[in-house]
């Protein structure tokens, strides 16, 4: 059995209305209609929504950064590594120890 659907029935816009407590003015709305109330009552919620995210992006920020400046200071050791290599196998070859496999 299929559950029942108000929406179809005429009153399902009052139904849903009247069943979500959240979007229930706190006090009675004078010189606006009850659709204008819950107009501004979601973009009240819409804007906490917005602020929310925002606040969180602005805390995971540095974490971000921190991702990019640990790669650049990896790729330095790695350069100094292979310049302290390759420095030896200078000084190999130019002692004649350096033994070619050709």
Same mark, same amino acid.
Do not use: D
């Given at each position: 059995?299929?559950?029942?659907?108000?929406? *179809?029935?005429?009153? *399902?816009?009052?139904?849903?209305?009247?069943?979500?407590?959240?979007?229930?003015?706190?006090?009675?709305?004078?010189?606006?209609?009850?659709?204008?109330?819950?107009?501004?009552?979601?973009?009240?919620?819409?804007?906490?929504?917005?602020?929310?995210?925002?606040?969180?992006?602005?805390?995971?920020?540095?974490?971000?950064?921190?991702?990019?400046?640990?790669?650049?200071?990896?790729?330095?050791?790695?350069?100094?590594?292979?310049?302290?290599?390759?420095? *030896?196998?200078?000084?190999?070859?130019?002692?004649?120890?350096?033994?070619?496999?050709?």
């Amino acid at each position: 059995m299929r559950p029942r659907n108000h929406l *179809g029935t005429g009153r *399902g816009l009052q139904h849903l209305l009247r069943s979500t407590s959240f979007l229930r003015p706190e006090r009675p709305a004078t010189g606006r209609s009850l659709g204008e109330q819950k107009l501004f009552e979601f973009r009240k919620l819409a804007r906490l929504g917005q602020k929310a995210q925002l606040k969180e992006r602005y805390r995971a920020a540095p974490g971000r950064n921190r991702g990019p400046h640990g790669q650049a200071k990896a790729k330095r050791q790695e350069i100094e590594f292979i310049n302290e290599e390759l420095k *030896g196998v200078r000084e190999l070859w130019l002692s004649n120890s350096f033994q070619s496999r050709a």
